[in-house]
């Protein structure tokens, strides 16, 4: 099983995107799963998280503008982007939280720019 990530694209500051992490309901209803990212120079971060029990937990510079969610029928974990800065450029992945070194996918990119 691998996790792929899509959705990524370009939007001008201010608009939304919507990511999908497709891995399998087993996984997302065992495993805590997270959203990374990593922007040119620096090191990857955790943006999201979901637990397998639901809970939710945010990087605090993308509180109030992501939500994490899940649909454990489809197996696929979302992450929503609203009010996107310049600063949130960068190429985004899913993984588990911890992450898993097997799981590290292509990520998908992110440009928010005029």
């Known amino acids: 099983v691998q996790l792929v990530e899509s959705g990524g694209g370009l939007v001008q500051p201010g608009g939304s995107l919507r990511l999908s992490c497709a891995a399998s309901g087993s996984i997302i209803r065992s495993y805590a799963v997270g959203w990374y990212r990593q922007a040119p120079g620096n090191q990857r971060e955790l943006v999201a998280a979901i637990t397998s029990g639901g809970t939710t937990n945010y990087a605090d510079s993308v509180k109030g503008r992501f939500t994490i969610s899940r649909d454990t029928a489809k197996g696929t974990v979302y992450l929503q982007m609203n009010s996107l800065e310049a600063e949130d450029t960068a190429v985004y992945y899913c993984?588990?939280?911890?992450?898993?070194?097997?799981?590290w996918g292509q990520g998908t990119q992110v440009t928010v720019s005029y």
């Open positions: 993984n588990l939280e911890p992450p898993v070194t097997y799981y």
